[in-house]
């Protein structure tokens, strides 16, 4: 079946005293108020009124189906980012933003009023803007600016993009490239990935130099547009740069070699003219030469404030999509990242507990996950730190993390995430080294065996320093024996795993996807949402016949009022990605504690996770069948039905998580060759829930 793969700047000590003190209020951003509109709206009911007020019956035959395609794409694509648990609205940088929007256009009411505007947690340097008037702005870009005034330039940028139709145009004309109507009938493919990505350049200068203009109308800064354009030019370094020093990790006699720091770095080096040919946007030495040639026919104005709505509020906003850079690298599975950012943005909150814990997961996600990367490859801060790690072997990362883990274990033995990673390494660190406990000093006593490797005696020295010797290595000894006596159980066959009773499991994020290969528009967005609103109530019939309970999260369901409930899918969203993408699927998730909050919201540990994938598939010609059609024509009718009648497949899965031990207690995945109905998907949605229960 062919089903597709789914899946600082300084720092105002007065506005950051309530939201990150040093013993670490900080808490991860959240939604807050009512979910708008944009997020619980049906896609459908989007879809079929942008018809009626975008598309015109007077359009050209290609327009109007490549409108129509567009709308139908872009309601259900942005609906289901919305709902990702990237995005955030009502919440404190949210509401910032828009109040520079509101400054921006305040001549302007009615193209206000059709805006709206929501912060993403990402990393990527991006802002964007969707044809229906929504502009998302990524933690990652608002991490670097300097100034509101920056900001400023980038949010006019992005209204120009909305205000000139830009996402739509761009969409009809590469459907006219790639299906060479017109002019574009004798173009190359090379030629085609040329102009295509010629015509999004000049959007991209349109939306620059119109942007200046709406901009140039307020009183910020003139010089903030040509800085934007020196930030993007770095985007790919990291925010911050504090050296990076190996002591940080050092105590007493265990001190890493010194070849193991590299005392020189390469500076970080960009070309801003570099080449855009196959680019959607101009590189930044033609898009700073326009906007040049725009400032310096402007009479001076004498609007040099790089602050206008509030210089703590930008602050502020920055300064918590900073913190929670470190957060979002640890979900995307980039470790070394999520260490630089925290130990960097420790050197102006030194005893910040929130930093110090990320530092603590990265540590531990590079021991469970292993280390990659070149420090030849990179530059300043991040190749020092790259390089660093390069020559680790396993037992000497597994011991740094427990080591780091342990001493805030010793401060802090009430914190079950970090409990769990530590009590895990231990286990894993049995199955990377079967003498692991044994290689190590302890007070007055050398190791029991000495490390095959001698340049690395150091290593001997790790667990140095605690206030209790005896009780870490009676720990460590004590799961360093169990995972031997489980391995050994395991290889004979008699640690047979018996999975939980489970009365009651809360249902996550329930998806569905129905294809047709048979049309051109292949995705049946509209299908798929009826069944998906429709999940609730099969789960509830399910969960009445068994006497279980299994209420659902699902976004389908949510009213204007249910922001908990979205701020808990948002979290499991997060945590279920980042599981999916782990190597191991039974390592401690970052946001363990997060995960763990909504599970005893629901009075349940158990999670489980399911969907559907239905298809219809074009019938191959048998050529058989034919040959009979035309030497006994009585069987034709049938032999025709036979061909034409496409192909059914209905795929189900179904997996269940044990959040408290962030293990999978069940899965399965059920394939049929059959058209899929409502009593099919009733009966595995109940099988999967009886499997649970007995």
């Known amino acids: 079946m062919k089903i597709k793969q789914w899946f600082p700047f300084c720092l105002s000590v007065l506005s950051l005293q309530y939201a990150l003190a040093q013993d670490s209020s900080y808490q991860t951003l959240q939604s807050q108020q009512q979910i708008p509109a944009d997020f619980i709206e049906r896609s459908s009911e989007k879809y079929h009124q942008d018809l009626k007020v975008h598309v015109s019956k007077d359009d050209e035959r290609f327009t109007r189906k490549s409108k129509e395609s567009f709308y139908l794409k872009s309601s259900f694509n942005i609906h289901q980012f919305l709902i990702s648990g990237k995005v955030l609205f009502n919440d404190e940088v949210s509401r910032y933003l828009g109040e520079v929007l509101d400054e921006l256009l305040k001549d302007d009411k009615a193209l206000r009023k059709d805006l709206r505007i929501y912060t993403v947690k990402s990393t990527e340097v991006n802002a964007y803007t969707t044809e229906n008037g929504i502009i998302f702005v990524n933690l990652g870009l608002l991490a670097r600016l300097k100034n ?20 739509i145009n761009s969409y009809v004309k590469a459907r006219e490239i790639s299906e060479a109507k017109g002019d574009y009938r004798k173009l190359s493919f090379d030629e085609k990935v040329f102009t295509k990505s010629s015509f999004d350049k000049d959007q991209e200068l349109e939306a620059d130099l119109m942007g200046l203009k709406i901009f140039l109308q307020s009183d910020y800064s003139q010089q903030a547009p040509e800085q934007v354009f020196e930030l993007l030019k770095d985007a790919d370094f990291p925010v911050h740069e504090r050296v990076f020093n190996k002591a940080y990790f050092e105590a007493g006699s265990y001190k890493f070699p010194d070849h193991y720091y590299l005392v020189n770095v390469k500076e970080w080096q960009t070309d801003e003219n570099y080449d855009d040919s196959k680019r959607s946007h101009p590189n930044i030495a033609k898009r700073k030469e326009s906007l040049r040639a725009l400032l310096n026919s402007q009479k001076e104005t004498g609007a040099e404030k790089n602050f206008i709505v509030s210089e703590d509020k930008f602050n502020k906003a920055r300064t918590i999509a900073q913190f929670e850079m470190s957060r979002l690298y640890l979900l995307g599975g980039e470790s070394t990242e999520a260490l630089l950012n925290a130990y960097s943005l420790q050197e ?152 939980p009773t489970v009365d009651k499991t809360l249902m996550i994020n329930p998806i569905y996807v129905k294809v047709d290969y048979r049309k051109k528009e292949r995705m049946q967005y509209e299908d798929a949402e009826t069944v998906l609103t429709s999940m609730d109530d099969k789960i509830k019939k399910a969960q009445e016949k068994l006497n279980m309970e299994a209420p659902t999260l699902n976004t389908m369901s949510f009213t204007s009022d249910d922001v908990e409930k979205f701020n808990m899918h948002s979290i499991v969203q997060e945590w279920l990605i980042e599981k999916m993408q782990q190597k191991a699927p039974t390592g401690v998730s970052p946001i363990h504690n997060e995960i763990k909050a909504v599970s005893e919201k629901y009075g349940t540990p158990y999670f489980t996770w399911m969907g559907g994938v239905t298809s219809k598939e074009r019938k191959a010609l048998n050529f058989y069948q034919f040959l009979c059609a035309v030497y006994f024509p009585p069987s034709a009718p049938y032999m025709l039905y036979l061909n034409l009648k496409p192909d059914k497949n209905s795929l189900y899965f179904s997996l269940t998580f044990d959040v408290r031990n962030e293990g999978i207690i069940g899965g399965e995945m059920r394939k049929m060759k059959m058209k899929d109905n409502e009593s099919l998907l009733q009966s595995n949605i109940y099988y999967t829930l009886f499997k649970l229960k007995h």
Not at 148 to 167: C, D, P, R, T
Not at 391 to 411: P, T
């Open 148 to 167: 509101e005034a920056q900001l400023a330039f980038i949010l006019s940028h992005e209204i120009i993009h909305y205000k000139e139709k830009h996402v």
């Open 348 to 499: 102006e909150h030194p005893a910040d507990a929130y930093l110090q814990k990320n530092i603590l997961k990265a540590l531990y996600s590079l021991a469970r996950f292993g280390h990659q990367g070149n420090p030849d490859g990179t530059y300043g801060e991040r190749q020092r730190i790259t390089y660093f790690l390069k020559d680790f072997k396993d037992v000497e990362l597994y011991a740094l993390a427990i080591r780091n883990l342990y001493l805030y274990h010793e401060q802090h033995p009430e914190d079950e995430e970090v409990h769990l990673m530590l009590t895990d390494l231990m286990y894993e660190a049995t199955f990377k080294d079967e003498d692991f406990e044994q290689r190590f000093r302890r007070v007055g006593k050398a190791p029991e065996k000495a490390l095959e490797n001698k340049d690395k005696t150091y290593l001997q020295y790790a667990f140095e320093g605690f206030d209790d010797d005896t009780a870490f290595f009676t720990m460590l000894e004590e799961k360093c024996r169990k995972a031997r006596k489980y391995d050994a159980e395991r290889q004979s066959g008699k640690n047979k795993w018996k999975a």
